[in-house]
């Protein structure tokens, strides 16, 4: 019969030899069998002394490497100073880790704009805005707040500049729907005329009208994340030979025994350590 994988069951092959055979006490019959074979998973070949003990240191370190990291989480906070910190000291044996630096501020996303400041006085005429650059941007929308209201209509409009003339040319016209009375308007633009350069026309006929009007650019097309990069190495890291943990960035680290790891950052910063056990 054909031998058996060695992680599985395992059975003799060949016949019983002859001078061996023999007949015990009346009516019972001893057998003996070959001694057990191994065979390679992959080529079912006879496994030789060398070959087998090479399987068997494998599964060893396996089975260690399995009873060492385990499913619970152990978390902590190491603070990294700007000189080399021990993050995780040796052990006896491998272990795994999850490293996170959480320090991440995103920027960018929403920016407002002073377009004309609290307690502007707009005189009864065309007042135009100084030019927003809305390059990296997808949409706007303006809010006005009006606390001295004028006699005659006020009109805003929404321009987009022509890149090569430089001329301004109105893409949406009386954005605030007419609104003179005090008080706080809302005007969503969208993305129509949130080209490269932007500005707001404010017409007012009749009277003066005293207001302010902010943009509130969105979505950003190009976000930034930035926080304190941390550098991991041994006891003598340094920003220019370090690995970067940027913020917000995660590694998973598998140490053998008697490998401890240091950090160091430009600024004291603090990261999550959860040590698999």
Known sequence: MPGKYLDGELIYQGSVPSDIEQTGILGRTTEYYDPY??????????????????YLLKNSNIDILLRTIGNAFFPRTVTILTTPTAIIDPNRSPRGYILIN??????????????????????????PSAAINVSAHGGATFTMDVT???????TVDLQSQDPISGNWVTVQSDIFAGASAVGTYHAPVGGIGIDQNARLLVTVAGDTMTASIAAMLKPQLAGTVAGPTVFLGNAD???????????????VFYLKENTPLFGVAVASTEVRLFELQ
């Open 237 to 251: 890291v340094n920003a220019t030979i370090g690995y970067p943990l940027l913020g917000g960035q995660k590694e």
């Open 102 to 127: 959480p320090n991440t501020t995103v920027s960018g996303v929403v920016t407002t704009v002073t377009v004309f400041p609290a307690g502007t006085v707009f005189a009864v005429a065309a007042t």
């Open 37 to 54: 074979d191994a065979r390679s998973r992959e080529t079912n070949e006879l496994l030789g002394n060398r070959e087998l003990l090479s």
């Open 148 to 154: 001295e209201a004028s006699a005659g209509p006020v």
